[in-house]
């Protein structure tokens, strides 16, 4: 009995990490996705208030 609750938690402990690794992944692309908006979003608003006050 006590072999098969062992044999429960780990594979129950298993897919957990096989979520996480996704996750972590996930985490990666977005924080790139973030940075390269936050660039662009920067440079645009700044080009364009630049405009205006050209004008």
Do not use: W
Not at 3 to 15: C, D, G, H, Q, R
């Amino acid at each position: 009995m006590d072999n098969a609750a062992l044999e429960i938690e780990t594979a129950s402990m298993e897919p957990p990490e096989n979520t996480m690794l996704p996750m972590k992944k996930r985490k990666k692309k977005y924080g790139t996705r973030i940075k390269h908006s936050t660039g662009t979003g920067t440079n645009q608003p700044g080009n364009r208030q630049s405009a205006p006050e050209n004008r």
